[in-house]
C-alpha cells in the first residue's frame, strides 16, 4: 500500500528529482514508529495544494525524535479542476458530521463550510468549542485526504449561519445546491440539465446538507429567496452522514470527474 506524507515546506516549485529531502515531526513519527517505513521503500510526499513526489527512503532513523531521508524520483502536479465543489454540512450530533467531512474528503469536495441549522442540536454556541471544533475538522481532512492519496487538502472554513450560507448563492458563478428529501426535482435530473458545459459556467458549487431533523420551511425560503436551488438524491432519505459522499459522486460524474 502506498504511503502520503505532507511537508509544504520540503515540496517547493524548485523541486527536482535526485534532490534529497529530510522529513521530521509528526509525519516522520508516524512513518517510523506507525508504519514502520524501511530504507529503500517508495512513498510519496506531497505538499498539499496540488504537489506531490515520489521518493525512495535513503536512511530511517528512529528514536525521541524520528525522521528518513529520502531521493526524489519524480515530480508531479495535479491540476486544479475548474468548478470547486464544497460541502456546506450542518452540525449534527454524534460525529455524524465528522464521518459527513471524512467521506466527503475522499469523494473529491475542495472546501467545508459548517453552518448552524435551525435544527442542529449541537449548537457550537462557545468560540473556544468553535475553535476546536474547526480544527479536528481540518484534522479529518487532512488524514482523510492521506488516506486517499490527494494532491490537496480541502479547507475548513469559519461556521456559517444559514443567512450567511444563503448569501452565497447570490454570486452567479456559485451554484447552491440544498439537499431535501421531501423535494421533487432529482440532483440528477439538475445537474444533467446543465451538462457539463453548463455546470462549468459555475466556479463553485456548493452542496448544503441539514442536520438529521432536516432543514425548516424557514430555511427553505431564505435560501430559494437568494437564487439556491432544493433538490432531492433519490427517493430514499439519506442520513447526514452519508447524504453528502451521494450528492458529490453524482456531481462527480456530471462533470466528468469520474
Known amino acids: 500500500m502506498a504511503h502520503l506524507y505532507y511537508d509544504s515546506g520540503l515540496i517547493g516549485a ?58 526524489v524520483l519524480s515530480v508531479r502536479t495535479v491540476t486544479k479542476h475548474p468548478v470547486e465543489l464544497v460541502l456546506a454540512q450542518a452540525l449534527v450530533k454524534g460525529g455524524r458530521d465528522e464521518m459527513a467531512v471524512q467521506q466527503s474528503t475522499e469523494f473529491g469536495v475542495n472546501q ?30 487532512r488524514e482523510a485526504s492521506k488516506q486517499s492519496l490527494r494532491a490537496r487538502v480541502p479547507k475548513v472554513h469559519k461556521l456559517h449561519s444559514p443567512k450567511q450560507l444563503a448569501q452565497l448563492a447570490a454570486d452567479e458563478h456559485t451554484l447552491v445546491l440544498v439537499l431535501d428529501p421531501w423535494q421533487n426535482l432529482r440532483l440528477s435530473n439538475e445537474l444533467v440539465g446543465l451538462g457539463e458545459a453548463g455546470l462549468k459556467h459555475y466556479s463553485r458549487i456548493v452542496f448544503a446538507i441539514g442536520p438529521e431533523g432536516g432543514i425548516t420551511e424557514s430555511e427553505l425560503q431564505l435560501f430559494a429567496d437568494h437564487g439556491a436551488r432544493a433538490v432531492t438524491v433519490g427517493e430514499t432519505v439519506l442520513r447526514s452522514a452519508s447524504a453528502a459522499a451521494a450528492a458529490l459522486a453524482v456531481c462527480n460524474l456530471a462533470l466528468g470527474v469520474w
Not at 14 to 27: H, Q, V
Not at 115 to 137: F, G
Open 112 to 141: 467545508i463550510l459548517p453552518w448552524r441549522a435551525q435544527r442542529s442540536v449541537v449548537q457550537w454556541q462557545d468560540c473556544a468549542k468553535v475553535d476546536k471544533m474547526l480544527t479536528k475538522w481540518q484534522k479529518i481532512t
Open 14 to 71: 524548485s523541486i527536482k528529482p535526485g534532490k534529497t529531502l529530510t522529513l521530521t515531526g509528526e509525519e516522520a513519527r508516524h512513518a517510523v514508529t506507525v508504519a514502520r517505513l524501511r530504507a529503500g521503500e517508495q512513498v510519496y510526499l506531497g505538499d498539499t495544494d496540488g504537489r506531490i513526489a515520489t521518493v525512495q527512503v535513503t536512511k530511517v532513523l528512529p528514536g525521541k525524535n524520528p525522521l528518513f531521508h529520502a531521493e
